[in-house]
């Protein structure tokens, strides 16, 4: 659906995104995520073709943004991170205002609108001026406008930004039930967002694309953590003859150890058989589990760049973002 090939931006001297690829498929819910002045902002303003790259190309349904920038936008749902809603306006009339830039008119209007109310929950505050609303109840606002028009590809700009845990949750359960029918790009820094929401992660540090991976395959592992009081020479006589074992390890916990595994075997059942083992073996187990590496660990070791570097980066993206 969407497909991003070698695209770069510049502002000035300052490279905002550097050569980045990557391609999106019918459906799909991504992650986009990255410290701030990542360059996640600038992306986005391309993926919407609001700005156009400095070199490479976006295209939306295998023709390039730039030559008909109105087809993707007619299909398109944005909800950028500091939403420009009208205070003095009531829920129904900017909800109204935004539907008629859209495109939509008559009864097309107001049955999209009654369908977005719905699907935001905002029913009750039909009547209600924005201004009058809790941050929460704006961000849902900001969702029932990005969603009119049934869009094919939804952008979401840091959508649980300041909320309490009960409006992320809702947030949450709504994006879900938006991603059925859309495909949904979710920027945002909360590593939390992207494991309960997402199909997969881009990862962009200082503007160059470092990670793409599979929420699924982050998952998968190579090794199993142990925890254990038994004697270290215990350990290994009763894991000797396992085929799957590569190598055993003790880490910096005076009771923890990794059990490193060989291709083509399955980490839980390697924990089934070395409980087993262990147990028959009289060896007490505080601990046993896959060793997985978690996206905070990933994206933390990914940005593993000075303070000064990130400070300066973030400096000159906002600055940059603020003029366009």
Known sequence: MLEVRSVSRRYGDFKAVDDVSFAVTQGEVVGLLGHNGAGKTTMMKMLSGFLEPDSGAVLFKGQPVHEDRSRLQRELGYLPENLPVYPELSVASYLDYAAQLKGLRGEEKRSDIRRVLEATELQARLLSPIATLSRGLKQRVGVAQAILGHPSLLILDEPTNGLDPAQTESMRALIRHISESATVILSTHIMQEVEAMCDRALI??????????????????????LLSSAAEADLRAALADVGWLASFERLSGAQEYRLNIRDGHDAGECVAQAVRLLVEKNI?????????????????????????????????EDEVDHVA
């Open 204 to 225: 962009i540090r200082r503007g160059r694309l470092a990670v793409d991976a599979s929420l699924q395959d982050l998952q998968k592992t190579s090794r199993i953590r």
């Open 284 to 316: 007490p187990i505080q601990g046993i589990a896959p060793d997985v590496q978690d996206l905070q660990s990933l994206f933390l070791e990914v940005n593993a760049a000075t303070a000064a570097d990130s400070t300066t980066g973030t400096q000159n």
